[in-house]
């Protein structure tokens, strides 16, 4: 009677064939399944090894009379895991720390900002290139997320695209399942609901963006800023980003709740104007705009010089 | 055993001017045994939107109590009422979940929607959706009631005549069918207000 003994990734199952030869070709089996298994399973939060192995095991490795020597125990890799804890844990003073330190990263972003108009929506920001051999036509930082609701950002672009798909995938499942676009703030809390899981998961980081989202839906224009930490506001107007305090108070004094979409524009314009390091031009900013037609779109380079001429 | 005729069913909807009416026997069977003559089967999820459900009486109760868990949560996420099309497309979407071991029973969705526009439709018991601008029927006695009421139904009627028809639709169409009857149960839909009303007719 031999035993022996495998070994993956802290996972270990002992048993015991009757000779040496089934003992080694157990043990290959076994180190195989466990392998597929676990990367299989790694995205699952309830895993059952035993059931798996009892499945993929050839039963004619195993002598009839002797089957009742096979001993498996095995213990779960999963609950073992280096990452089934949080890493943003409470600070002794209450706080968070990694989503301030989050919002620090959303703070050294590009500008950007949002007014809400009394007949639509306007969303800007700064696309400030790394390098002139940069091909900006490529680099869109505005992004729709339905036919009516638009999203920009401040902070780090690739954790941005990775919310614009939940997001985009989360409007569209409401949409299926009620055929109606959904609502501004349903999507809005969903997109916050991601954002706060990832503040309280195993083994991951919050966000390091915050989105401004605009959107027109039956309750009218909306315009919605999400955090890292997962809160949302609903703004008149707000910014974000490396000039957030002078882009505010600039915005503060110009913002008016009469205004129309095109003064809104204007107002977004100079806005950025106020910080901005060089020359403005319709290739080192973004704008997106939504109007009572319901349409999100994001203005091209010569609109956005109509505008800049309109400004100067 | 068919099981669509377990329990026995007649459902009607009927389309008026800004109005609709649902109405629905009082039978509840096990075969041909009676066991109930007030079984409910249109049910409210709110003023504007009413639903019936035929078939096995224990998917209509199920059924029905899913559909107004979600209807909650949807008024208290969206701090507003579900409109009947939105409410009819989450409908199907929850029979066909189901596709591979349905609910037995076929609902009957009424509402009005905006501008006060009546709005009707049925499914089949995995969601297949059928939205009518006149009637729309359910239950053991549809043979029937698609007769009856292509008979009497004339568009844009008002409240009372909508009553009138869609009783004598039900009526004369459930005493045709052995499984459903025993009296009906109507509600006539208005702007203004919810009018139920009990039908005798004959108690067999």
Not at chain 1, 176 to 186: A, D, G, H, M, N
Not at chain 2, 118 to 136: H, R
Not at chain 2, 159 to 178: G, H, M, N, P, W
Request: proline share 3%.
């Amino acid at each position: 009677m031999e035993s022996d003994h495998v070994m993956m990734m802290r996972t270990t199952a002992t048993f015991r064939t009757r000779s040496c030869d089934d003992c080694v070709r157990v043990r290959a089996s076994l180190r195989r399944e466990l392998l597929c298994a676990n990367s299989f399973y790694k995205k699952s939060k309830a895993v059952n090894f035993h059931y798996f192995l009892r499945l993929s095991l050839p039963s004619s490795l195993f002598d009839p009379y002797i089957e009742g020597f096979f001993e498996v125990s095995l213990r779960c890799a999963m609950g073992d895991s280096q990452y089934s804890f949080s890493l943003t844990t409470f600070s002794p003073s209450g706080k968070l720390v990694q989503i301030e330190h989050a919002l620090t990263a959303v703070g050294s972003g590009q500008t950007s900002l949002g007014i809400k108009a009394s007949n639509g929506v306007v969303i800007a920001t700064e696309k400030k290139l790394p390098s002139i051999l940069v091909d900006e036509a490529s680099v869109q930082k505005i992004q729709h997320l339905t036919p009516n609701i638009g999203v920009v950002y401040s902070g780090m672009g690739p954790d941005f695209r990775v919310l614009v798909r939940k997001s985009r995938k989360q409007a569209e499942q409401y949409n299926r399942l009620y055929k109606e676009p959904i609502p501004v703030t349903q999507l809005v809390r969903e997109t916050a609901t991601v954002m706060q899981e990832f503040t309280q998961s195993g083994g991951v980081r919050p966000f390091g963006v915050s989105l401004l989202v605009a959107g027109y839906d039956d309750k009218g224009p909306q315009l919605y800023q999400v955090d890292p930490s997962g809160s949302y506001f609903s703004w008149k107007a707000s910014a974000m980003g490396k000039n957030v305090s002078n882009a505010k108070t600039f915005l503060e004094k110009r913002y008016t709740e009469d205004m129309e979409l095109d003064d809104a524009i204007h107002t977004a314009i100079l806005t950025l104007k106020e910080g901005f390091e060089g020359e403005i031009s319709s290739k080192n900013i973004e704008i997106g705009k939504i109007g009572a037609d319901k349409v999100f779109r994001v203005l091209t380079p010569a609109e956005i010089d109509d505008y800049l001429a309109e400004v100067e | 055993l068919q099981i669509f005729e377990y329990n026995g069913s007649a459902v009607v909807a009927m389309v008026g001017k800004n109005c609709f009416a649902i109405a629905s026997d009082r039978r509840l069977g096990v075969q041909l045994q009676t066991i109930a003559t007030d079984f409910q089967r249109i049910s409210k999820i709110h003023d504007r939107v009413f639903i019936a459900l035929s078939g096995l009486a224990t998917d209509v109760q199920t059924l029905y109590q899913r559909l107004v868990f979600r209807h909650k949560l949807y008024q208290l996420r969206e701090e507003r009422d579900m409109k009947p099309e939105t409410f009819a497309s989450l409908v199907s979407a929850i029979l066909y979940e189901k596709r591979f071991g349905p609910y037995l029973c076929q609902p009957v969705i009424a509402g009005l929607g905006e501008d006060d526009k009546p709005f009707i439709c049925t499914m089949d018991s995995i969601g297949a959706k059928e939205l009518a601008k006149d009637f729309v029927v359910s239950g053991t006695a549809s043979e029937s009631l698609y007769g009856a009421c292509e008979a009497m139904y004339k568009p844009d009627m008002e409240a009372e005549e909508l009553f009138e028809t869609i009783s004598q639709a039900l009526l004369s169409s459930v005493d045709r069918d052995c499984l459903s009857g025993w009296g009906g149960h109507v509600y006539v839909v208005t702007p203004t207000e919810i009018k139920e009303r009990i039908l005798k007719g004959r108690m067999d």
